[in-house]
């Protein structure tokens, strides 16, 4: 994921373009006819502000340094702080729940769902929705752990088992309540005193291990990415749901889709690097207007509910 600093500054916020129900309608019809099959859809930190997992760029979003690839492969202690913080904020984040926007979002069949979040919800919603739409978590997932010298995966909880039996009384030491503290978009939480924290290396191999999702400064992997354009390039069109747009990564799904001259739809309440590409413009919450896209679907064309 290549940093941008600052990529929205002086940017303020655009007005809608058409009323939602009228963005709606042109969702139901499709990008060329083919109904709601037609559009992949990209979702960024918008998407699970509902679900209790704050924001980077959102209006009541705390400004913090997220972790980069070059400060956690720096130093041992920095290796620790990370896993101290991240271990103290996974019990919060594994409970979070997908809301409305998610679980509209896996009742529509969609060509596919290219997500920069790395929280699993919309993994959790298309479970609970029995959804069949492929979902790519482009930036990896939190609940996954990945040895860094040869690829050896494990399970976050297995490791937090680990984390916990290693550091019995780190918890008490720094006085702190997993359960009660307050989680930053990429999991972890403030943290000052870590150096104590004993980290895992891989049981296969010692290597560094590393939660499985891409930090700044660091880049999507190859097959991943084949994938997500895979679904871009067979889409009519883009729906990108609160996203500020401001790492590349996902910004350029949406330049691909303007240079193939595919609709552009934008549903976000901030401003984006995306919006002079954007055809529709909604500035409404996503939960909202997913909900009111999933209601409008089933409802079908006439208005009347299916007996
Ligand atoms: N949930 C997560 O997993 C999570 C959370 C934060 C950041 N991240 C990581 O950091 C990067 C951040 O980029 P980004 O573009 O996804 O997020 P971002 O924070 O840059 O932008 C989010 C945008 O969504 C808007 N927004 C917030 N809640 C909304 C709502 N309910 N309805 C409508 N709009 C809403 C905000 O105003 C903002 O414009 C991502 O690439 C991701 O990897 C992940
Ligand atoms: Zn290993």
Redesign the pocket.
């Known amino acids: 994921?290549a940093v941008i600093f600052d990529p929205l500054r002086g940017r303020t916020r655009p007005s809608a373009s058409n009323p939602d129900e009228d963005i709606i309608d042109e969702l139901i019809a499709g990008a060329a006819g083919g109904g709601t099959e037609d559009w992949v859809v990209l979702t960024?930190?918008?998407m699970?502000?509902?679900s209790g997992?704050p924001?980077?760029?959102?209006?009541d979003?705390v400004p913090r340094q997220p972790m980069t690839i070059q400060t956690f492969m720096s130093h041992p202690d920095q290796r620790a702080r990370y896993w101290a913080r991240s271990w103290v904020g996974w019990p919060r984040m594994r409970g979070s729940r997908p809301n409305a926007g998610h679980l509209g979002l896996a009742q529509l069949p969609v060509a596919g769902v290219i997500t920069?979040?790395?929280?699993g919800l919309h993994q959790k919603a298309a479970a609970e929705e029995g959804s069949s739409s492929p979902v790519i978590d482009l930036?990896g997932s939190l609940d996954r752990v990945i040895c860094l010298a040869r690829g050896h995966m494990f399970d976050r909880d297995w490791v937090q088992r680990r984390l916990s039996e290693l550091n019995p009384d780190f918890a008490e030491l720094v006085g702190i309540d997993p359960i009660d503290v307050e989680t930053a978009?990429?999991g972890d939480v403030d943290l000052e005193e870590t150096q104590d924290f004993k980290v895992l290396d891989c049981p296969e191999c010692d290597g560094i291990l590393k939660p499985d999702v891409v930090y700044f400064g660091d880049s999507v992997p190859a097959s991943r990415l084949q994938a997500a354009n895979r679904i871009c390039d067979e889409a009519e069109g883009i729906v990108v749901l609160?996203?500020?747009?401001?790492?590349l990564s996902?910004l350029r799904f949406v330049r691909a889709a303007a240079k193939a001259s595919k609709p552009v739809v934008i549903?976000?309440?901030?401003p984006?690097r995306g919006d002079e590409l954007a055809d529709y413009r909604s500035i409404s919450?996503?939960?909202e207007f997913v909900d009111a896209w999933a209601f409008r679907r089933i409802q079908g064309d006439d208005g009347k509910l299916p007996l």
């Open positions: 994921m960024g930190a918008g699970s502000t509902d997992v924001d980077y760029r959102g209006p979003a920069q979040n790395v929280d930036h978009p990429d609160g996203s500020s747009l401001a790492v996902g549903v976000t309440d901030g984006t919450r996503v939960t």
